[in-house]
């Protein structure tokens, strides 16, 4: 995408957009529109130790100052100690794709900085490239250093420089932990600095969000270019850490012209190497997620399924396959020599799903018998028998799972000892999901005591959890709490309709979507609680305890547009209207983070974005449901 003026008019608008570079180790760059950053996690090059995870932020930007006989001009944009930098007066344009261009103008001097995140490595490249019809000048150009966890902030106290080395046109310095933070910059002048540290750079997000939001930075040392006048240059800085691979250049810069090819391009952002296991995984959002077991399994089918990767889903899958353990999927896998989290009881539900919809694309009987059969035999009977986390299937062949300190669903949200979403007992989705591997199980075995138990638990499900006269589904029941919070209108329910084995009668599919569809929907996804709820909570931001309030209270969460247009499409039929319902979420992509979905909304208009700006399952089911629609 390119964007010009009038999409930076002034530098509040201008920070409202972001953009995201990743590595493929779960490594990034990330910053506004105009290269401010508001975040403490924007970061020209933010590594990760351990792929995918364990993140460090080692360049936070990399300034320009542009220097006449008679004047100077810097190019940086951002709010610092109180006072705003207007760099981006002198912009062009920007263009945003597999790399970020910046375009400024300077007096008669077209100045392009191009910035590029080499993939599998720990390195950021810029490459500048300059036509200069007028007067000779110098571009200065300052790089911000830090070598800090990506979750905290730095003050110049805890910037410690050591092991300061100058060889020619590349300096190599540790700072903190960091060690061989390399730069080179053939063909430039380097000076050093007797203050060597930038102060009190101000970020708006963790200002909002009641954070520390004042950062200091060190910088090494200033880098200089002459431009003579009546020339043309091109020259690259080459940040990075540790020793740096061969580069290989793209052969070509590719342009995504469509919604589709944008998700799909978008889709690359979250499949990462992940060392402890040498394999695939999906990092579930940008820029503070890690890869997640329930996360992994719900985005698999939009990730990789609907982009063609077949063999990396299949390697996703044996993956978590092997960490299998009664029953359970992990939730969390170990980075390193510990052990996997297997704190959820939807994980292996969700495996099953995403197994039986690679098997439906691909047709590979003999990797799904094989290899997932085993593992999806192993969950069934421990889920029949009960496991940890007081996961059993009762009497009536539902799923009961958890209790009040327990919180193993996607919804549930707890603060201290407070539980804002209690939903231990048997829950809805739980049960769609359970109703369906067993489903899933006698397709692929034939084996009718799988479909005989789907019977009962088909039976139990719409004796049970169907309010026939309000015509809902209950969220959650058997949990010791139903008179107070089964009445919820949830977007759970939505699960008994959408799956590829409905666990609801036909017969009251209408009536159950019609009402979600009127008290949950938005333009951008479903609320997590009906607006009429007096516990609906529209607005999301202040503090932490304020923000984990209203997360699953009316909040309203993007990925869930997936199923909902599966719903739609099952009952109404109308490709035409449903692409109208998914059009505004469409248009996300030109907002907030460029070219990627955020993982929140504002339940209440005008329904802003929040929480991670770039988050895996909203774009994976956004282009599921793009595909149901379109193909």
Not at 14 to 33: C, D, P, Q, V
Not at 369 to 398: C, F, H, Q, W
Not at 561 to 590: N, T, V, W
Request: proline share 3%; aromatic share 12%; charged share 25%.
């Amino acid at each position: 995408m390119k964007f010009f003026t009038t999409d930076y008019k002034n530098y509040e608008s201008a920070i409202g957009k972001e953009w995201l570079l990743t590595n493929g180790l779960g490594g990034y760059a990330s910053s506004t529109l105009i290269g401010a950053n508001t975040r403490r996690y924007h970061s020209l090059l933010t590594i990760s130790n351990n792929p995918p995870v364990d993140r460090t932020v080692i360049v936070s930007k990399v300034d320009d100052i542009v220097v006449f006989k008679d004047m100077e001009m810097s190019l940086a944009s951002q709010r610092t100690n109180g006072h705003i930098t207007y760099g981006f007066c002198h912009l062009q344009s920007i263009d945003i794709g597999d790399e970020i261009t910046y375009s400024f103008l300077v007096r008669q001097a077209i100045i392009k900085k191009k910035i590029e995140l080499v993939k599998e490595q720990d390195w950021i490249r810029i490459t500048y490239s300059i036509i200069n019809p007028g007067e000779p000048f110098k571009l200065k150009i300052i790089p911000l250093l830090n070598a800090r966890y990506f979750h905290y902030i730095s003050n110049k106290e805890n910037l410690a420089a050591k092991n300061i080395k100058l060889n020619g046109s590349k300096i190599s310095l540790d700072l903190n932990e960091i060690k061989d933070i390399c730069i080179e910059f053939e063909g430039c002048m380097f000076e050093s600095l007797n203050d060597p540290y930038y102060y009190s750079m101000e970020y708006d997000h963790e200002r909002k969000r009641g954070l520390d939001h004042i950062e200091d930075h060190y910088i090494p040392g200033l880098i200089i270019k002459e431009i003579k006048e009546q020339t043309k240059e091109e020259f690259t800085i080459d940040i990075y850490v540790g020793e740096k691979c061969i580069y290989n250049q793209k052969e070509e810069v590719r342009e995504y012209a469509t919604y589709k090819e944008r998700l799909i391009r978008a889709c690359e952002d979250f499949v990462v190497h992940r060392k402890s296991t040498d394999s695939y995984s999906i990092i579930a959002g940008y820029p503070w997620f890690n890869d997640w077991g329930r996360d992994t399994m719900i985005s698999l089918p939009g990730i990789l399924l609907e982009t063609g990767r077949f063999d990396a889903a299949k390697e996703v899958l044996r993956t978590f396959a092997g960490y299998e353990k009664e029953g359970l999927i992990p939730n969390m896998l170990p980075d390193g020599e510990g052990e996997p989290l297997y704190n959820t009881v939807d994980a292996s539900l969700w495996f099953a799903n995403a197994s039986y919809a690679l098997y439906k694309k691909t047709g590979d009987d003999e990797f799904i018998k094989n290899e997932m059969l085993p593992v999806l035999k192993s969950i069934i009977v421990n889920y029949r028998a009960g496991t940890k986390y007081n996961i059993k299937m009762d009497i009536d062949g539902l799923i009961s799972a958890g209790d009040e300190h327990l919180q193993l669903t996607w919804m549930d949200a707890k603060i201290g000892d407070f539980v804002v979403t209690p939903r231990h007992g048997k829950a809805v989705e739980i049960n769609a999901l359970w109703y369906n591997a067993l489903r899933i199980m006698y397709e692929l075995t034939q084996d009718v005591t799988y479909r005989n138990l789907a019977e009962k638990v088909f039976t139990s499900f719409n004796e049970k959890f169907v309010d026939y006269e309000e015509k809902m589904i209950l969220d959650v029941i058997d949990s010791g709490f139903e008179k107070k919070r089964s009445h919820d209108l949830r977007p759970n329910a939505i699960f008994s309709i959408s799956l590829p084995f409905p666990v609801l009668d036909k017969g009251f599919w209408k009536g159950v979507f019609d009402r979600l569809y009127t008290e949950l929907y938005t333009p951008y996804g479903l609320r997590s609680l009906s607006y009429l709820n007096k516990d609906y909570r529209g607005y999301y931001g202040g503090d932490q305890f304020e923000r984990d309030t209203a997360y699953h209270q009316g909040t309203v969460w993007a990925w869930l547009i997936g199923p909902f247009i599966e719903s739609y499409l099952k009952i109404y039929k109308d490709k035409e209207a449903a692409y109208l319902l998914i059009e505004p979420l469409l248009d996300q992509l030109d907002k907030t983070m460029v070219n990627n979905i955020a993982e929140i909304f504002e339940g209440s208009f005008p329904h802003r974005d929040r929480g991670a700006p770039a988050q895996a399952w909203s774009v994976a089911e956004l282009l599921r449901a793009l595909n149901l629609i379109r193909g």
